[in-house]
Nanobody, 123 residues
């Protein structure tokens, strides 16, 4: 089993910054891709950013040049540095892990998700 635990959410004023962290634990040998999704009330969950273990990144247009994703592969941890936050960034942010290879050398057939951390941007 694999667990993802997010941290770092909170209340911030427009223009401020937050850094989210997500640590994966369990019988993990490697993770192909880790990333962040978000879901605002009444909205669909959307991709914010993800990063492969090779360093390739993918960002939503709405966060490009403001949000930056990074990974510590040795710690199975992914980070999301969020700058110049806007009220429309308010959402629950979820960490995800895709392509988990277990210590038994089995590639999991499904993605793993964290429980989410709330980010609220408001004055």
């Amino acid at each position: 089993q694999v667990q993802l635990v997010e941290s770092g959410g909170g209340l911030v004023q427009p223009g401020g910054s937050l850094r989210l962290s997500c640590a994966a634990s369990g019988s993990i040998f490697s993770i192909y891709s880790m990333g962040w999704y978000r879901q605002a009330p009444g909205q669909l969950r959307e991709l914010v950013a993800d990063m492969t273990n090779g360093g390739s990144t993918n960002y939503a247009d709405s966060v490009k040049d403001r949000f930056f994703i990074s990974r510590d592969k040795a710690k199975n941890t992914v980070y999301l540095q969020m700058n110049s936050l806007k009220p429309e960034d308010t959402a629950a942010y979820y960490c995800t892990a895709h392509g988990v290879l277990t210590t038994a050398m089995v590639t999991e057939g499904h993605d793993y998700w964290g429980l989410g951390t709330q980010v609220t941007v408001s004055s």
